[in-house]
């Protein structure tokens, strides 16, 4: 006698559920249900916030590595001095060394070329002899990251040719900053404080008009980078000029929060977008802080003169270690950028009727 199989409860219940006239199918009901998850507005933005933040991801790391990660000679000032300097067997080899990525100019005396050092016009020099003798001269305090990678070239080249090589350091790194890299974290700080503190004082300090919000940003920028200038300064000894520190991290601190604050108006909750991608994405990336722009792949190395953050740590580099011939061009860029920033700032609120913390 044939044996009946017997079917758990909920088999039983899930089968007569199946077997009624007009019951959908098991697969059609999980298919409208991912069909209404999908149209609720909460899993439509939260399915936008992960696309976007993946793809930043991403995109930020392959910036990082090509331009940070593989540092290359791509058009590195050298000067050369001495008869036919030029194809001297050890600066070929050099260039070659470097995949061709030397740009030479000869000088006539090596005083000459290094006052162009001086000048922050070349990387290094390299002085040539008749008798297979020749000096590499660099400059740490120009871009550690250029010495080192024509240490590289150098002793690839030496080997070579097997020229008589003195290397100099012409203007070295102190201990308090080796790696030359002061400069560049703290405007990395200050950055990071100006677009932080303005998202922070939208979410926690409304309801401000212009007038206060401008006052309120102000002199966020002051005090923040007066405190990151004495923790560099006093506390860690760093070679940085207390007073051009200060208004180079504020002029930046000022730009990063008032473009944030720009955003905030016109595009909302999406400001932190366009923020992230011009100081971090282009910003840090170009700034020459970590790698020199001589370096950088383009786009890199054309914006590193035209971005508020080459243009800090341009400036504060070059308030450090070459005082008697800064240049100008860096500190107008950043003076631009903050007075761009802040009257746009301005003028939109004004035409719209608003205000960076006004209240929802």
């Not at 600066?91 to 030397?102: C, F, I, K, P």
């Not at 162009?116 to 016009?121: D, H, I, N």
């Not at 760093?238 to 955003?263: I, K, N, R």
């Not at 994405?281 to 080459?310: C, D, E, I, R, Y």
């Amino acid at each position: 006698m044939p044996r009946e199989t017997e079917h758990p409860p909920e088999d039983r219940s899930a089968q007569r559920a199946q077997e009624r006239p007009g019951h959908p199918p098991a697969h059609r009901r999980d298919a409208r249900r991912a069909h209404r998850l999908a149209a609720h507005p909460s899993y439509r933005a939260a399915a936008v916030v992960i696309l976007i933040a993946s793809v930043m991801g991403a995109v930020f790391a392959s910036f990082y590595l090509d331009a940070l990660g593989r540092p290359t000679a791509r058009a590195l000032a050298v000067g050369v001095v001495g008869a036919g300097a030029v194809q001297d067997p050890y600066v070929r080899a050099l260039d070659e060394a470097t995949s061709h990525g030397l740009v030479l100019t000869p000088f006539a005396t090596v005083g000459q070329a290094e006052r162009a050092v001086e000048l922050q016009e070349l990387y290094a020099v390299v002085e040539v002899g008749g008798d297979g003798a020749a000096r590499l001269e660099t400059s740490s305090a120009s871009g550690a990251s250029v010495t080192r990678v024509l240490a590289q070239a150098s002793t690839a080249a030496q080997e070579a040719t097997g020229t008589r090589l003195t290397t100099t350091d012409l203007h070295p790194l102190p201990p308090s900053d080796p790696s030359g890299l002061s400069a560049f974290y703290v405007t990395i700080a200050a950055t990071i404080i100006g677009f932080v503190g303005t998202f922070q004082l939208r979410a926690n300090a409304r309801p401000l008009d212009l007038r206060e919000w401008l006052v309120a940003t102000g002199l966020l920028a002051v005090l923040a980078s007066l405190l990151i200038v004495v923790a560099g300064d006093r506390l860690l000894g760093l070679p940085l000029p207390f007073v051009e520190t200060w208004w180079a991290l504020g002029l930046q601190m000022a730009t990063a929060s008032s473009f944030s604050a720009l955003m905030s108006v016109l595009i909302g909750r999406w400001a932190l977008l366009p923020t992230w991608m011009l100081f971090v994405l282009l910003g840090n990336t170009s700034s020459g802080g970590a790698v020199s722009p001589a370096l950088l792949p383009q786009p890199f190395a054309f914006l590193h003169q035209w971005l508020p953050s080459g243009a800090t740590v341009s400036a504060l580099r070059a308030a450090a270690y070459f005082p008697d011939t800064e240049r100008w061009g860096p500190r107008l860029v950043l003076l631009a950028w903050a007075l761009a920033c802040v009257t746009a700032l301005v003028v939109v609120c004004r035409r719209r009727r608003t205000s960076p913390g006004a209240a929802d």
